[in-house]
């Protein structure tokens, strides 16, 4: 089973990755990465890969599974055509689906080998809904047949021009009655998604399914109604079925929302308990989002009365007041409640604004890491240790991480490898920076007195990033390795390594000097001074 987190890629993403133990991500790569500026009719495609590349690569040499979402027709993903926003009218839609089969296939040919399954478009079932509250522009959006033209436009493209499979994620949480009722079914177009997954099939090799049933209401969580999803689509194919998309928001710190919003981190985590519990009988359950600033409180009376009818609707199947409201506030559907819906995913999250994790990320860490977890245990002595961690620790707060030996500790401090600026924590500062602890970083450890510390975690075997000049970084191994074997990769980048013990003092190797070196192994546990002599990616064979 895949356990994944999606999102935008990012570096700081990929280090919560990393921590939370997931082997699989779902990323987001925008027709405007690749293609700011469209050229409709050209022979030339003028494209830049920088952002396309952080959205795969990273991840791809990280080890994760990679399942990138592509040819979204969101506004905010879609190029410019002569300085406006492309939609389906620009171009008539044969012109639009030639033009995004181009696009499409040349990213999955370049990406070919790195990719494991390509999402594309993105909950096109509910393009309509989407299209009202302005998320989409362009009155194509609720033509079924463009629709369905569309995403097998599309899957055959992928499935022409690279080896990966292709999936169609559907937006779930929408009661049938408000397809088939609203407006004779115009307004939000005329089919259930299990109806368009049946239409669909042959266009996709797996299901994903996004659900957030909590998105309009706070209570009851309902995570258990994953498996519901998942009975519903096994009902139609037997192809794989993964939860793409799930969450539960929180409020930003400290404060107090009201009903029906009232969203805390203890519900978030009885959702996510329920959610991937729920999820037992599917090949693939991925949390969205990372990092959040949380549900901010500026709700008027009007949004918590438009938010309760949603809910209710959506949830229940009830049209009547909903179709009054709409009716009565079309103008305050189309401006005002998109952007009071969009506060809502400003609190999906499971990493808050200070970068401390919230109680459902360790709940997921759990899991994840589930029954790969190891102990490593360390005999410190009294003064300066210089150390790393081997493994990705469960526990990455360093509050939590050292408790165990808090009275002994006099503080920890490192590098910090996005900014190489140093950071701090020590129970008796005023002021700690130091948040988390990983894998691939060293650490220097002062003691009032010997302690022993255990940490349990993952193994780590991914490359530490080494920037030009000197890096303070750890061993990933559980093995001791000669020297030699450890810097073969990068030995033309590695000027010196130097350790440091207590008992010992310094010892260390120089490349160009092996013989005068006294460094012979490199150890697991132990942290490492390296100066490069230009920035490379380090693999511990």
Same mark, same amino acid.
């Given at each position: 089973?895949?356990?994944?987190?999606?999102? #935008? *890629?990012?570096? &700081?993403?990929?280090?919560? !990755? =990393?921590?939370? +133990?997931?082997? /699989?991500?779902?990323?987001?790569?925008?027709?405007?990465?690749?293609?700011?500026?469209?050229?409709?009719?050209?022979?030339?495609?003028?494209?830049?890969?920088?952002?396309?590349?952080?959205?795969?690569?990273?991840?791809?040499?990280?080890?994760?599974?990679?399942?990138?979402?592509?040819?979204?027709?969101?506004?905010?993903?879609?190029?410019?055509?002569?300085?406006?926003?492309?939609?389906?009218?620009?171009?008539?839609?044969?012109?639009?689906?030639?033009?995004?089969?181009?696009?499409?296939?040349?990213?999955?040919?370049?990406?070919?080998?790195?990719?494991?399954?390509?999402?594309? #478009? *993105?909950?096109? &079932?509910?393009?309509?809904? !989407? =299209?009202?509250? +302005?998320?989409? /522009?362009?009155?194509?959006?609720?033509?079924?047949?463009?629709?369905?033209?569309?995403?097998?436009?599309?899957?055959?493209?992928?499935?022409?021009?690279?080896?990966?499979?292709?999936?169609?994620?559907?937006?779930?949480?929408?009661?049938?009655?408000?397809?088939?009722?609203?407006?004779?079914?115009?307004?939000?177009?005329?089919?259930?998604?299990?109806?368009?997954?049946?239409?669909?099939?042959?266009?996709?090799?797996?299901?994903?399914?996004?659900?957030?049933?909590?998105?309009?209401?706070?209570?009851?969580?309902?995570?258990?109604?994953?498996?519901?999803?998942?009975?519903?689509?096994?009902?139609?194919?037997?192809?794989?079925?993964?939860?793409?998309?799930?969450?539960?928001?929180?409020?930003?710190?400290?404060?107090?929302?009201?009903?029906?919003?009232?969203?805390?981190?203890?519900?978030?985590?009885?959702?996510?308990?329920?959610?991937?519990?729920?999820?037992?009988?599917?090949?693939?359950?991925?949390?969205?989002?990372?990092?959040?600033?949380?549900?901010?409180?500026?709700?008027?009376?009007?949004?918590?009365?438009?938010?309760?009818?949603?809910?209710?609707?959506?949830?229940?199947?009830?049209?009547?007041?909903?179709?009054?409201?709409?009716?009565?506030?079309?103008?305050?559907?189309?401006?005002?409640?998109?952007?009071?819906?969009?506060?809502?995913?400003?609190?999906?999250?499971?990493?808050?604004?200070?970068?401390?994790?919230?109680?459902?990320?360790?709940?997921?860490?759990?899991?994840?890491?589930?029954?790969?977890?190891?102990?490593?245990?360390?005999?410190?002595?009294?003064?300066?240790?210089?150390?790393?961690?081997?493994?990705?620790?469960?526990?990455?707060?360093?509050?939590?991480?050292?408790?165990?030996?808090?009275?002994?500790?006099?503080?920890?401090?490192?590098?910090?490898?996005?900014?190489?600026?140093?950071?701090?924590?020590?129970?008796?500062?005023?002021?700690?920076?130091?948040?988390?602890?990983?894998?691939?970083?060293?650490?220097?450890?002062?003691?009032?007195?010997?302690?022993?510390?255990?940490?349990?975690?993952?193994?780590?075997?991914?490359?530490?990033?080494?920037?030009?000049?000197?890096?303070?970084?750890?061993?990933?191994?559980?093995?001791?390795?000669?020297?030699?074997?450890?810097?073969?990769?990068?030995?033309?980048?590695?000027?010196?390594?130097?350790?440091?013990?207590?008992?010992?003092?310094?010892?260390?190797?120089?490349?160009?000097?092996?013989?005068?070196?006294?460094?012979?192994?490199?150890?697991?546990?132990?942290?490492?001074?390296?100066?490069?002599?230009?920035?490379?990616?380090?693999?511990?064979?």
């Amino acid at each position: 089973m895949l356990n994944g987190l999606g999102w #935008e *890629g990012t570096a &700081n993403n990929l280090q919560y !990755a =990393k921590i939370l +133990g997931a082997n /699989a991500v779902r990323t987001n790569l925008a027709w405007k990465y690749v293609e700011p500026d469209l050229i409709p009719d050209g022979e030339a495609y003028s494209v830049d890969w920088a952002k396309a590349d952080a959205q795969i690569i990273p991840y791809y040499n990280s080890g994760m599974d990679v399942m990138c979402r592509i040819g979204v027709g969101f506004g905010d993903c879609m190029p410019l055509v002569n300085g406006k926003v492309l939609t389906p009218e620009t171009l008539e839609p044969d012109g639009y689906i030639k033009a995004i089969c181009r696009h499409i296939s040349n990213v999955v040919h370049k990406y070919d080998g790195k990719v494991h399954t390509w999402i594309i #478009e *993105g909950e096109l &079932n509910e393009a309509p809904l !989407a =299209k009202l509250f +302005g998320w989409r /522009a362009g009155y194509r959006w609720s033509d079924a047949k463009f629709l369905t033209t569309l995403i097998s436009s599309m899957y055959t493209t992928v499935k022409s021009n690279c080896t990966a499979n292709a999936m169609i994620c559907f937006h779930t949480d929408i009661h049938p009655n408000i397809h088939h009722d609203i407006l004779g079914g115009a307004l939000a177009g005329r089919f259930s998604w299990t109806e368009w997954l049946a239409r669909w099939i042959d266009y996709t090799d797996s299901v994903g399914i996004d659900t957030y049933p909590n998105y309009y209401a706070a209570d009851p969580t309902y995570g258990r109604d994953v498996s519901d999803k998942i009975v519903a689509a096994k009902a139609i194919t037997d192809k794989p079925i993964y939860i793409m998309e799930t969450s539960y928001p929180i409020p930003k710190p400290g404060d107090v929302l009201p009903d029906p919003v009232d969203f805390t981190e203890e519900k978030q985590l009885e959702y996510v308990t329920d959610a991937y519990e729920a999820s037992g009988e599917c090949d693939g359950f991925f949390y969205f989002a990372v990092k959040c600033a949380g549900v901010k409180n500026d709700y008027t009376a009007k949004d918590l009365n438009a938010i309760s009818i949603l809910g209710e609707a959506f949830r229940a199947g009830g049209v009547e007041d909903l179709t009054a409201f709409i009716n009565d506030n079309l103008s305050y559907c189309q401006s005002r409640l998109p952007k009071v819906l969009q506060n809502v995913e400003s609190g999906l999250g499971i990493i808050r604004s200070d970068g401390s994790q919230t109680p459902a990320f360790d709940y997921l860490r759990s899991k994840y890491i589930g029954s790969n977890s190891i102990t490593y245990e360390y005999n410190l002595d009294a003064g300066w240790n210089l150390i790393s961690f081997p493994i990705h620790p469960i526990h990455t707060n360093p509050n939590v991480l050292f408790a165990p030996i808090q009275d002994k500790l006099d503080g920890v401090w490192s590098k910090d490898p996005m900014d190489n600026n140093w950071k701090i924590y020590s129970p008796d500062a005023p002021i700690n920076n130091l948040s988390y602890i990983d894998s691939g970083i060293g650490y220097w450890i002062s003691l009032y007195e010997p302690a022993t510390l255990s940490t349990i975690g993952v193994p780590d075997n991914n490359a530490i990033h080494l920037i030009k000049g000197w890096n303070l970084v750890g061993f990933n191994s559980l093995e001791d390795k000669p020297i030699s074997e450890c810097v073969a990769q990068v030995s033309s980048d590695i000027i010196s390594i130097w350790r440091y013990s207590p008992t010992g003092g310094w010892t260390w190797y120089i490349s160009k000097s092996p013989r005068s070196s006294n460094i012979t192994h490199m150890s697991p546990g132990i942290g490492y001074w390296v100066e490069a002599s230009a920035e490379c990616d380090w693999a511990i064979e």
